[in-house]
C-alpha cells in the first residue's frame, strides 16, 4: 500500500529558526508547507536545500497577520490536494520592534502583536477541522522567553508572546480528545536574522550555558512535539534557553 503523504505547514520558514524546522520536518518525512512574508529568495533556498536532501517542499507566501490572505492561500491549497489534509501546523513567524513603552507607537505595538497573535488565529482555525476530523493533529506554537517573564523595551513582543502561550493552553484542552496537541516553545536567545543586531558577547553571560542557542536545536525539540512519541504532552510551554530561569 502506497504511504500517506503528511503534510506540516511552517510559518515564516524562510529564514531563521522556521527555516531549521522546515529542514528538519522534511527529513521526518513530511512534506513541507514553506510559508514566508516577502524573501523569496530565502523561501527558494528552503526549498532547494529541503529537495537537495531528499525531502519534498512547496511555497505558500503570504502574510500571517491578513485574515483575508491567509483565508485564500489556505482555501487554494486544499483545492489543489483535495484528499489531504494539514496534519501539522507550526506557528513560527514572529517580528520584533522593541521600544520603551514611552516611546512605543501605535504600529509597533499592533504589527508584533498580530503577526505572532493574530497570525496563531488566521492560520490555525482554518486547518484546525480537518484534524479534528481525522483524529491526529499537531500544533506547535513558537513563543518566546519574554512572553514567560515579559521583557522590559518588549512590551508588545511579550504580549503577543504571552498571549500564544495562553492561547496554546486554552486550545489544547478543547482538542486533546481528538488526538490534536498543541504546544508551545519558549526559545531564549537564539542566533537568527532577528537576533543579528543583539550584542551576543555581552548578553551571553545572561545565560547559564554561556552561549546562545542554535536554530536546530530548537528544530529538534519542535521534531519531538510534532512526532508520535510526544502524544501525551499538551498545553506545555517548553522554554529552550541554555539554562536562563524563568
Ligand atoms: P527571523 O530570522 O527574523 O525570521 C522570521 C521569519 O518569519 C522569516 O521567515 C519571515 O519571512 C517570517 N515572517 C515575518 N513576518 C511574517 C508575516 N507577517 N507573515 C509570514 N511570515 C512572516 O526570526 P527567527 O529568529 O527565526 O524567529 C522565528 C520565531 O522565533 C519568531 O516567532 C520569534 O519571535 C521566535 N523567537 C526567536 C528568538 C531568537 O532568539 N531568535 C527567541 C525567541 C523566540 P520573510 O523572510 O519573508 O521576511
Same mark, same amino acid.
Request: charged letters at 20%; proline letters at 3%; zero cysteines.
Given at each position: 500500500m502506497e504511504k500517506m503523504t503528511k503534510y506540516a505547514l511552517v510559518t515564516g520558514a524562510s529564514r531563521g529558526i522556521g527555516r531549521a524546522i522546515a529542514l528538519k520536518l522534511a527529513e521526518q518525512g513530511y512534506s513541507v508547507i514553506i510559508?514566508?512574508?516577502?524573501?523569496?529568495?530565502?523561501?527558494?533556498?528552503?526549498?532547494?536545500?529541503?529537495?537537495?536532501?531528499?525531502?519534498?517542499?512547496?511555497?505558500?507566501?503570504?502574510?500571517?497577520?491578513?485574515?483575508? %490572505?491567509?483565508?485564500? =492561500? $489556505?482555501? &487554494?491549497?486544499?483545492?489543489?490536494?483535495?484528499?489531504?489534509?494539514?496534519? @501539522?501546523?507550526?506557528?513560527?513567524?514572529?517580528?520584533?520592534?522593541?521600544?520603551?513603552?514611552?516611546w512605543m507607537g501605535p504600529s509597533?505595538?499592533?504589527?508584533?502583536?498580530?503577526?505572532?497573535?493574530?497570525?496563531?488565529?488566521?492560520?490555525?482555525?482554518?486547518?484546525?477541522?480537518?484534524?479534528?476530523v481525522k483524529k491526529w493533529g499537531r500544533i506547535v506554537n513558537v513563543a518566546s522567553l519574554s512572553g514567560i517573564k515579559g521583557m522590559p523595551g518588549q512590551t508588545n513582543y511579550s504580549?503577543?508572546?504571552?498571549?500564544?502561550? %495562553?492561547?496554546?493552553? =486554552? $486550545?489544547? &484542552?478543547?482538542?486533546?480528545?481528538?488526538?490534536?496537541?498543541?504546544?508551545? @516553545?519558549?526559545?531564549g536567545f537564539i542566533k537568527s536574522d532577528m537576533t543579528a543586531d543583539l550584542n551576543e558577547a555581552e548578553l551571553k553571560k545572561l545565560v547559564p550555558a554561556g552561549r546562545f542557542g542554535e536554530a536546530e536545536e530548537v528544530a529538534e525539540l519542535v521534531a519531538f512535539l510534532v512526532s508520535d512519541a510526544a502524544a501525551y504532552i499538551t498545553g506545555e510551554v517548553i522554554s529552550i534557553n541554555g539554562g536562563i530561569y524563568t
Open positions: 510559508n514566508y512574508a516577502s524573501n523569496s529568495a530565502a523561501a527558494e533556498q528552503t526549498l532547494s536545500d529541503i529537495v537537495a536532501n531528499g525531502g519534498t517542499a512547496e511555497l505558500l507566501p503570504f502574510d500571517v497577520s491578513n485574515g483575508e %490572505a491567509v483565508a485564500t =492561500a $489556505l482555501q &487554494q491549497w486544499k483545492e489543489s490536494h483535495p484528499e489531504e489534509y494539514i496534519s @501539522v501546523v507550526v506557528n513560527n513567524a514572529g517580528i520584533r520592534k522593541d521600544n520603551l513603552m514611552m509597533d505595538w499592533h504589527s508584533v502583536v498580530s503577526t505572532s497573535l493574530d497570525g496563531f488565529y488566521n492560520v490555525t482555525q482554518p486547518l484546525l477541522k480537518d484534524m479534528l504580549a503577543a508572546k504571552g498571549g500564544l502561550i %495562553a492561547a496554546t493552553k =486554552a $486550545l489544547a &484542552q478543547e482538542v486533546a480528545k481528538k488526538r490534536v496537541t498543541v504546544n508551545a @516553545v519558549a526559545p
